[in-house]
């Protein structure tokens, strides 16, 4: 389902963005994830 997609997570520095990436990234092959949040400094620490 997620092989081969492009995966916009939004809120990425948050509990769901913690958990879904690292998750995703084992199961599956995606092409890209793009993880947006609007705490830059979070983003940048993760």
């Given amino acids: 389902?997620?092989?081969n997609k492009t995966i916009l997570i939004t809120g990425g520095?948050?509990?769901f963005?913690?958990?879904f990436?690292?998750?995703t990234l084992a199961k599956y092959n995606p092409?890209?994830?793009i993880?947006?949040?609007r705490d830059?400094?979070?983003l940048?620490?993760?």
Wanted: proline share 4%; no cysteine; net charge positive.
């Fill in 1 to 3: 389902m997620l092989t």
């Fill in 44 to 46: 940048y620490h993760s």
């Fill in 21 to 23: 990436v690292p998750m």
């Fill in 40 to 42: 830059e400094n979070r």
């Fill in 13 to 15: 520095t948050g509990s």
């Fill in 35 to 37: 993880i947006y949040d």
């Fill in 31 to 33: 092409k890209k994830i």
């Fill in 17 to 19: 963005g913690n958990t």
